[in-house]
Structure formats: C-alpha cells, structure tokens
C-alpha cells in the first residue's frame, strides 16, 4: 500500500477509535470481537523477545500459566488496558463453566491485550516527543 | 436555605437556594436498588412584611437544591423578607433574612 | 394477613402526610396543584390554566441554553412586557411530567424569574405567561440534551 | 487492535511536530504559551483558566448563572469545619502549613528535596494527620476534597507558583511531561492529544478544554459527580475514558503528572474550587 493509502486508512480507523472516547457505555463486547478477529490478522509485533507465544496447541492451563506471567510484565511497563481484566474475569468464568474453547479464547485475547500494552510503552518511550509542541 | 437579598437600582432583587434532594420517585438508590421515595418541595413563597412578594409552586423536574432569583420594588436596606417552603412529605422550613 | 396489615399501614401513613401538608398554613394565590403531577401537556394545562390553547406571543423573553451542558441543571429565565400577568410557568413537554413550575406574580413583582430545572432529554422548554383575564401567552425553544460522555 | 495501532502509529508519525530544540521546563512553558497564543488568538492566556468557558459562549452563559449561587460552596463550608477541626492532640491542619494553610494552594504541589518526592496539597493534608496520629483520609473525592476546595478557596487570584529546586525535582517534572505526552489505554491516546492537539474542538457533545490553566480551579465540582473531586480524580477518569487502567490515587505516576501540568500554568490565577461539566 503506498504511504497515503496507509494515512487514508490509519485516519479512517482512528476517528471512530477516538469518538469511543467519550462514550460512557462501555461497549466492551465490540471491542472483545474486533481484537478476535484482529487476532487472524497475522501482522508482526515489533519485537519478538517480549511476545508470549499463543497458539492453538496451548491447553487452557498453559494458558492461564502465561496469562499471569505476561500480565506481571506488563506491569512493569505501566501500559495495562482497563479492559483486560474482565477478559481474564470472564476466562475464568468460562473455564468454570467447562466452556474451554470460550475460555482459551478469552486467555488469548487478555495475552494479546498484555502484549500489545506493551508494544505501545515501548512505541511511547521512543516517540513521546512528537506531541510536544513546537518550540518555534 | 441560603438567601441574598439586596437593593439594586431601587429594587429588592432576592437570589436563593435550598438544600433540598428534590427526589423525583424515579431513580433509584445506587446501594440497595430501591426506588427513592418522592420527595420535592411544592411551594416556595416570599412575604414582605404581609405582603405576599413571590409564590412559586414545583412539580418534579425542578433541579436538585432548587435556585430561585426574583426582584420586586417597594423593599428598602433593613426590611425583612420571610421566606417559606415546604414539599410533597410534610418537611417545611421558615427563614427571615433583612434587606442589604 | 400480612398483606391486609401492610395496606392499613400504607392507608395511615398516607392520611398522616395529607393532614401534614393541610396544617401548612395555605397561601390565597396559586396554590401547589395535583397538574404538576400530571403526565401529557394537556392533563397539566387543563388542570392548571382549565384550558390548553395558547396564543404564541413575541413579548416573552425565554432565555434557555441551545446545548444545556448539564441536563438535570438548566438555568432558565423568562422575561416578559405582557401587562397584568398572574402567573409564568413552564412546560418541559417530553418530561415524564412536563409542567415543570408556576410561579405567581403578585402586584410589584418584576416580570422577571430564574429558575433552574431538570430535562430528560432534548425537548422543547415552554414558557406560559397567564394574564388576569385568564388568556394564555406562550413562546417555546429547543434545548438539546446530551447524555454521558467524558466531559471535556 | 494490532491492525489499528500499527496504522495510528503511522498516522502519528506522518503527522510529526519538530520536538522541542533543548527540553527545560521554562522552555517547555514558553513553547506551550506561544501554542496556545496561537489557537486561541483572541483569548488571554490567563483567561484560560476558565477553560472551555473560555472558548464556547453558550455553554460560559450557564455556567455564570450557575455560578451565582456556586454548587461546591457546600464542599467550601464543610471543608473550613473540619480543617478547623482540631485533632485528638489538640493540634490542627494550620500548624502543619505555612501561613496556618491560608493562601498557600498555589504553591502546591512542591518538590520535596529530603524525600525526593513531588507533594501535592492532598499529600501534605495526609501527612499533617499521620503526623498528629491520626488515620489518613482516602483520596479523591469527600473529606479530603473538601478540606482542599476549602483551602483553594483562600488561595483565589493568586498566580500559580510552582517551583523546581533540583534535579531529582527535574526528574520528576520530566516524568510527568513524558506521560502527559505518551499515548496509552485501548484508544491509543494522551492527555496531550484532547488537551492540546484537539483542544477547543468538540469530541461528541463535549468540548475539549485546553491544557494550559486545566489544573487552577481544582478540586473541581462536577456536575457529573455531582460532589466536588481532586485534580486526581479526573486523571484517574480520564484514563478509564480512553481504557487505560488507571494508577493508585496519589501513585508517583499521578503525582509527578499533577507536578509539570500545573508547572505548565505557572502564573495563571488559582480560580477554585470551580464548577465543570
């Protein structure tokens, strides 16, 4: 894609991301099914050392395993999301259920949510300077 | 009730609020999920000396601590205004308050 | 049992309330009527004015916010060069009852009020000037009400 | 979620601003002057302590007939009776401050050099309790709020003075402007995205108030809390707004953030408590 195709796109998808912004109804569930299907969209992370594996073969308790191990990582970078717990909530919930597809999914997506917190500190540790505004 | 009462170009001009929930009977208590009770006061009325200067009657979509600004000539600094109100459950208060 | 007990208690407590609000000395004017508790525009007018025809008047000055930046706080104030007017109300028409407050303008009294009321949502806010002859003067404005968001 | 940030990442890259030439805190506050000089050209930057009452007339309009009999005048009284309060010791919050806490708000919150750490007003009240032993208030929102609003209150019109005695301070102010600037939370945004790129412009019904004088009329009541909340409070909503998960109330991270946003309004007027949407 050439670069203002990407811009076009990139300013599409970021306005109705910012108009959520203030909406007070917090629509998580449309949230939980974009990042699943986010999840097939296979683009790279930026650095793998700090990417927790999940794949398919993964049994649930695996998976929980990494989920708390990804989750005290993603502390420590301070970028944490408000929606990832009650993913986790409702992994456990699910898994309670005996619902383990369900529940290996929402394990996923709390990983994939650690993760991608922490893509953005280290995207923001390098470029928080660009907002600043001129010093002209 | 918090009342100001003061001249202004040779009119009484009367600003007041009441401490009042004025509870509509629809919401409901966030704790415990019962509907909150109807209570709002109905009538807020002003006598100066034994005149009768403002009488304002509510129903319920009157904000919560209702404000009220009125003004009416023939007051003077020193007169004193009572002021009233009670509502739909009985509670009902009196205060006087002098002219500035 | 327990039922019938309940309901005599319901039937007492109400009687008590009602006493209550008798012993409160009543004033001459206006007084609180059950129109404020009234759910159409019609019921609330019948039973305030005992008519619903207004005529639309440009000698009422009604001054409300297009975009109220808080629903359950909008200043209102009306204004009005009518002569001998008796009462001014208002009518927030989608409230779940829309008369809203009446407010008697004695002998003196300056045709000027401020007042502050709670719309549930974006409707039409009018403001009726009643004269002593009992016709009815009216002007109408929209407020816009929003819900939520993060405030800004 | 990946796709979208991978995309916004571009779309700020695209849309760079030259960082400032050499970072320090004068600098940055000349810099972030002369940005707001330049979107609100016809407002006075001192003006700005009013925020979006200062840029959108109507809602101004209420909020000046609300202002008439103001809602947090409650929270003012309640927190003169308990500053007022002496403690069990006999002692009370005026002899842990100087000039007895009268007029001191706008000097707050400080650089504590022994310590190494920034101390907001909220912090001091807690510490001035422990010291005399008593229990420490929760932060945020009641008690606390109220002795703080009561404490702003007698600190109205003065210009906002915070300084930054050394490098640890520097470190700290430096912090904070790093997470004013940084973008977090699912929706992928900073403080400086509303509060400075969309400053003035409406997100939904809401107008985005302007960084610059954002902090001078905290605690702020709300019509939303309806009750009157600490400038932390909002940063803890903000964040939740934007779906980040927020920081502990009075954590370094929110301490440091309060330390360089009211750094910024240095010399703007303290106007609180105020009354907000």
């Known amino acids: 894609m050439t670069k203002n195709n990407i811009l076009r796109l990139a300013f599409l998808l970021a306005l109705p991301v910012m108009l959520t912004a203030c909406?007070?109804?917090?629509?998580?569930?449309?949230?939980?099914?974009?990042?699943?299907?986010?999840?097939?969209?296979?683009?790279?992370?930026?650095?793998?050392?700090?990417?927790?594996?999940?794949?398919?073969?993964?049994?649930?308790?695996e998976l929980m395993h990494r989920q708390a191990q990804v989750e005290r990582q993603a502390d420590k970078y301070g970028f944490v999301w408000s929606t990832t717990d009650a993913i986790i909530d409702n992994g456990y919930a699910e898994a309670k259920k005996g619902n383990e597809n369900g529940?290996?999914?929402?394990?996923?997506?709390?990983?994939?949510?650690?993760?991608?917190s922490m893509e953005q500190a280290k995207y923001a540790n390098q470029n928080w300077k660009l907002l600043i505004p001129e010093n002209d | 009730m918090k009342v100001k009462a003061k001249i202004e170009n040779n009119k009484v001009e009367v600003k007041l609020l009441v401490k009042h929930p004025m509870d509509t009977g629809l919401q409901k208590d966030k704790n415990n999920g019962d509907i909150i009770p109807a209570k709002y006061i109905q009538e807020i009325s002003c006598m100066h000396g034994d005149k009768l200067v403002f009488l304002a009657n509510f129903g319920r979509a009157v904000s919560k601590d209702p404000y009220l600004a009125f003004s009416f000539s023939g007051g003077k600094a020193g007169d004193t205004l009572t002021l009233k109100w009670f509502d739909n459950l009985g509670e009902h208060e009196e205060t006087e308050v002098v002219i500035k | 049992m327990i039922e019938r007990r309940n309901l005599l208690k319901g039937i007492l407590g109400m009687t008590a309330v009602f006493s209550a609000a008798l012993i409160i000395p009543k004033l001459a004017f206006a007084q609180w009527s059950k129109a404020f508790d009234a759910n159409t525009t019609e019921k609330a007018m019948t039973g305030m004015f005992n008519k619903t025809e207004t005529t639309t008047s440009d000698k009422i000055y009604l001054k409300v916010p297009e975009i109220a930046e808080n629903g359950a706080v909008v200043p209102v104030n009306i204004t009005t060069d009518i002569e001998n007017v008796k009462t001014i109300s208002i009518v927030a028409l989608k409230n779940p009852?829309?008369?809203?407050?009446?407010?008697?303008?004695?002998?003196?009294?300056?045709?000027?009020?401020?007042?502050?009321?709670?719309?549930?949502?974006?409707?039409?806010?009018?403001?009726?000037?009643?004269?002593h002859d009992g016709t009815l003067y009216s002007v109408q404005k929209e407020v816009k009400v929003t819900i939520g968001g993060c405030g800004g | 979620?990946?796709?979208?940030?991978?995309?916004?990442?571009?779309?700020?890259?695209?849309?760079?601003?030259?960082?400032?030439?050499?970072?320090?805190?004068?600098?940055?506050?000349?810099?972030i002057r002369s940005y707001f000089a330049d979107k609100f050209p016809d407002i006075a930057l001192e003006d700005l302590v009013d925020g979006v009452y200062a840029?959108?007339?109507?809602?101004?309009?209420?909020?000046?007939?609300?202002?008439?009999?103001?809602?947090?005048?409650?929270?003012?009284?309640?927190?003169?009776?308990?500053?007022?309060?002496?403690?069990?010791?006999?002692?009370?919050?005026?002899?842990?401050?100087?000039?007895?806490?009268?007029?001191?708000?706008?000097?707050?919150?400080?650089?504590?050099?022994e310590k190494n750490q920034v101390v907001t007003l909220e912090l001091a009240v807690n510490n001035c309790r422990v010291q005399n032993g008593e229990q420490p208030l929760s932060y945020g929102k009641g008690p606390i709020a109220y002795i703080t609003s009561y404490m702003a209150s007698t600190s109205k019109g003065q210009p906002i003075n915070v300084t930054i005695p050394n490098d640890a301070a520097k470190a700290a102010y430096e912090e904070g402007k790093q997470f004013f600037y940084s973008r977090r939370g699912q929706l992928n945004m900073a403080c400086a995205t509303c509060h400075m790129a969309s400053a003035g412009q409406r997100l939904r019904a809401d107008i985005l108030s302007p960084a610059l004088g954002q902090v001078s009329h905290f605690p702020a009541y709300r019509f939303k809390w309806e009750d009157v909340g600490t400038i932390q409070r909002r940063y803890e909503g903000c964040n939740v707004q934007i779906r980040a998960k927020p920081f502990k109330l009075q954590s370094e991270q929110y301490r440091n953030l309060e330390y360089f946003h009211t750094y910024m309004s240095n010399g703007l007027p303290i106007n609180g408590p105020g009354s907000r949407k």
Do not use: H
Request: hydrophobic share 35%.
């Open chain 4, 1 to 31: 979620m990946k796709g979208i940030i991978y995309l916004t990442l571009a779309l700020a890259s695209s849309f760079t601003v030259a960082t400032s030439t050499f970072a320090d805190p004068v600098s940055d506050n000349e810099a």
């Open chain 4, 55 to 113: 840029i959108d007339k109507n809602s101004r309009d209420q909020w000046l007939q609300i202002e008439e009999f103001p809602p947090y005048e409650e929270a003012i009284d309640k927190g003169k009776k308990l500053f007022t309060t002496p403690f069990t010791n006999g002692k009370d919050y005026a002899s842990c401050f100087d000039n007895g806490g009268i007029g001191v708000k706008q000097n707050y919150p400080y650089f504590d050099t």
């Open chain 1, 23 to 61: 909406s007070d109804k917090d629509n998580g569930t449309e949230a939980e099914s974009s990042i699943m299907e986010q999840q097939k969209l296979d683009s790279k992370p930026f650095s793998q050392d700090v990417m927790i594996k999940t794949s398919d073969e993964l049994d649930l308790q």
């Open chain 1, 103 to 116: 529940a290996k999914a929402l394990f996923k997506e709390a990983i994939l949510q650690f993760n991608l």
């Open chain 3, 97 to 131: 009852q829309p008369l809203a407050c009446s407010f008697t303008i004695p002998e003196g009294t300056d045709r000027d009020v401020s007042i502050r009321i709670r719309l549930f949502e974006t409707m039409d806010v009018q403001a009726i000037v009643e004269t």
